[in-house]
């Protein structure tokens, strides 16, 4: 029996981790058995978190995290969370490799996956010239020509948020009309740096080491072209990674887990989430560690009131045996197998 787990090894991982650690939680964290460190692990470099004035490559902005966690007395699972039974005061989390791991608290912080096109060498050049974040990458394209994919509110917003950097900006959409806002469509239209490719779909991608151009399809002709590009963003979406949870933990109609206010606190207790699984707005690594900060605060304050409630039912069976009452304890506490530390 252990006081934490946590699933998800991105910054809202890491970062509870590393809070629970310090106060002597001793968490056990469940990595993927392949993609540790999230998203960020596919980002290169990385100039808007906290504390990196000359930025950080993103593997090892996540390998400081890990080892800060790890300094502090994080256990760490290199497997892949299958089943889940979180319904009663023990929390059960089964692995690939057939482990059972019980805890009195979870931190489920499995973070977000951005969607992609899936046309050919597009995990080759991620990193290399494409992108799913224009808030993290946009500044290297600095007076480049760039495109953004998608046509919704994320598309735009990318779109607008370029047009500080790059050169030109081109959007890229599958149909004739924007399905953004009214309003995010108007600023977009009116800034001069910004254009569109309507009826249009990326096929391909072009260039060596890095992004040269794309190849293009048009929807209504399925006539076939190639338009250079230094820099081609991504916004057709993102899932948060919920799967493990459905039926278990209440959603929000965004599909994130939802949670009470500003806290990390899910529609079951003791289980609690951090991080792009119940953000489906900012999206950001900052964000997530915050969120990690929440969710282990959290989780530590449940624990503290678990443990009070124990020791305040141990004291009154005490009593109760001191006045004649012979009721043992363990009728007493019968089934609190959460009330007691490991």
């Known amino acids: 029996m252990r006081d934490v787990i946590i699933i998800g090894s991105g910054p809202a991982g890491f970062t509870a981790a590393i809070y629970a650690a310090r106060a002597n939680l001793a968490p056990l964290l469940i990595a993927s058995s392949v993609e540790v460190g999230g998203e960020l692990m596919q980002t290169t470099e990385v100039e808007n978190f906290p504390g990196f004035p000359e930025g950080i490559m993103g593997p090892d902005l996540m390998d400081r995290m890990q080892k800060q966690a790890e300094k502090f007395g994080t256990e760490i699972v290199y497997d892949d969370v299958t089943g889940l039974d979180i319904a009663g005061p023990v929390k059960k989390v089964t692995t690939g490799e057939g482990q059972t791991f019980e805890a009195r608290a979870l931190i489920y912080a499995t973070g977000s996956a951005y969607r992609k096109l899936g046309c050919e060498r597009e995990t080759e050049l991620s990193g290399r010239g494409i992108s799913w974040c224009a808030t993290c990458d946009g500044a290297f394209f600095r007076d480049r020509r760039v495109a953004v994919i998608g046509g919704g509110d994320s598309a735009i917003e990318e779109a607008t948020f370029l047009s500080r950097f790059a050169s030109r900006v081109t959007v890229i959409h599958r149909r ?27 096929s391909g991608f072009l260039g060596d080491q890095k992004v040269t151009g794309v190849t293009l399809t048009d929807t209504v002709t399925g006539a076939s072209s190639e338009m250079p590009i230094d820099g081609v963003f991504e916004a057709i979406g993102s899932d948060p990674r919920t799967h493990l949870v459905h039926g278990l933990l209440e959603l929000t109609a965004a599909g994130t887990i939802a949670v009470e206010g500003r806290s990390s606190r899910t529609s079951v207790p003791g289980v609690f989430a951090a991080g792009d699984v119940v953000d489906a707005t900012y999206r950001q690594a900052a964000t997530a560690a915050g969120s990690g900060v929440v969710a282990a605060l959290d989780a530590q304050a449940y624990l503290a ?28 506490v019968a089934g609190d197998k959460a009330a007691t530390p490991a």
Do not use: C, Y
Request: charged letters at 25%; zero cysteines.
């Open 176 to 202: 004739d009309a924007l399905r953004a806002s009214a309003a995010m469509i108007e600023r977009a239209q009116a800034d001069p740096k910004i254009d569109f490719r309507w009826n249009t779909v990326v």
């Open 305 to 332: 009131e678990l443990d009070d409630a124990a020791n305040a039912q141990i004291g009154q069976a005490d009593g109760n045996t001191a006045t004649g009452n012979t009721q043992p304890v363990s009728d007493v």
